[in-house]
């Protein structure tokens, strides 16, 4: 999975988990409180990947050009 495809899954799961946690606190829910919180974590784990995983492309391909100039 590409980098943006990462991103846009992690702020999707933030988003649906920050609307758990509150259809959660609305209705008295710990439990689905709870899912929300798990949820959002993943979301912003997946967003980490993405950024990671963006970053080193720029490096490789930084490096890479660096690599063909020497040539």
Request: no cysteine; aromatic share 0%; charged share 25%.
């Amino acid at each position: 999975m590409g980098a943006t495809a990462d991103k846009v899954k992690g702020v999707t799961n933030e988003a649906i988990g920050k609307a758990k946690q509150g259809v959660g606190e609305a209705v008295g829910s710990d439990k689905m409180q709870g899912e929300g919180a798990v949820q959002e974590i993943k979301g912003h784990g997946q967003k980490a990947v993405g950024n990671v995983k963006e970053a080193t492309k720029e490096a490789v391909n930084n490096a890479a050009a660096a690599a063909n100039k020497s040539l």
